[in-house]
C-alpha cells in the first residue's frame, strides 16, 4: 500500500483535500456527526476489505483495486474528519432549533412544514429586541409569533435562506408572502442601520399594524 501511495500521492492530495472541503461545509452547527448506520456499515466494509488484503486473499489486479479503493477512501474521511474539526462553530448567542430543543420546542404540525426552520435565540440580546413591525409584512401578531420563535432581531431576518423563508411563510400561513414583500432584504437595511421608507412611516405612527397596542395614532 505504501507503494500505491507513493505512485498516487497527488491523486491521494486532491482526495484530502476535497475530503476537507466536504467536512468543513457539511458540519452539523457545532457538532461532529459521525455516527449512523450507514457510517458502520461502511466502516465494517472498509474493515473487511483491508482484512483480505492483509491476509492476501486476494492476489494481482483484484487486490491493487481494493487497496487503491482503500486507500483513496481512508485519505478522503481523513479529510472530512479534520475539515469539520477546523470548522467554525455558529456565531455566540445563535442556535439551530434541533440544538435548543430543550428551550425551543417544537411547534404543533412541525414536521410537516416545508423548508427549515431558522435559527433562534432564547431570548432577546441584552440591549433588547429590535422592533420587528419596522418590516412591511410583519403586524403585532406577527412579531409575536416570530418572538415564540426566537426570532427578536432584524440580523436574524436578514440570514434566512430560502429554506428557512419557505418554512417561516408556511408556518405563518402566508407562502410567498415574505418573499413578495422581501422581508429579507428589509431586514438587511434595517441590521445596517438604514432606513426603508415604510420603517419612516412606522416609526412616525403612521402604519397602524405597527404601532404597539397602547401607542395612540399619530395624524
Not at 53 to 74: H, I, M, R
Amino acid at each position: 500500500m505504501l507503494y500505491l501511495a507513493s505512485q498516487f500521492v497527488w491523486f491521494l492530495a486532491a482526495a484530502f483535500a476535497l475530503g476537507f472541503v466536504m467536512g468543513w461545509i457539511g458540519r452539523d452547527g457545532s457538532r461532529l456527526r459521525l455516527g449512523g448506520a450507514a457510517v458502520g456499515w461502511f466502516a465494517a466494509l472498509w474493515a473487511a476489505g483491508a482484512g483480505l488484503t492483509w491476509l492476501q486473499f486476494l492476489n494481482g489486479t483484484a487486490a491493487v483495486w481494493v487497496e487503491s479503493a482503500l486507500l483513496f477512501t481512508a485519505v478522503y474521511v481523513a479529510g472530512c474528519i479534520l475539515g469539520a474539526l477546523l470548522a467554525p462553530a455558529p456565531r455566540a448567542g445563535l442556535a439551530e432549533h434541533t440544538g435548543a430543543a430543550a428551550t425551543l420546542p417544537p411547534v404543533p404540525g412541525e414536521a410537516e412544514i416545508p423548508g427549515r426552520r431558522p435559527a433562534g435565540l432564547v431570548a432577546a440580546k441584552q440591549a433588547g429586541p429590535d422592533d420587528l413591525k419596522l418590516i412591511k409584512g410583519i403586524g403585532r401578531q406577527n412579531e409575536d409569533r416570530l418572538q415564540a420563535l426566537g426570532i427578536w432581531h432584524f440580523e436574524q431576518i436578514a440570514a434566512w435562506t430560502p429554506e428557512n423563508v419557505e418554512w417561516v411563510g408556511s408556518y405563518l400561513a402566508f407562502p410567498g408572502r415574505i418573499e413578495r414583500e422581501d422581508w429579507v432584504g428589509q431586514a438587511k437595511t434595517l441590521a445596517a442601520g438604514g432606513e426603508t421608507d415604510f420603517a419612516k412611516r412606522a416609526r412616525a405612527g403612521l402604519v397602524e399594524t405597527s404601532r404597539d397596542e397602547d401607542e395612540p395614532a399619530k395624524a
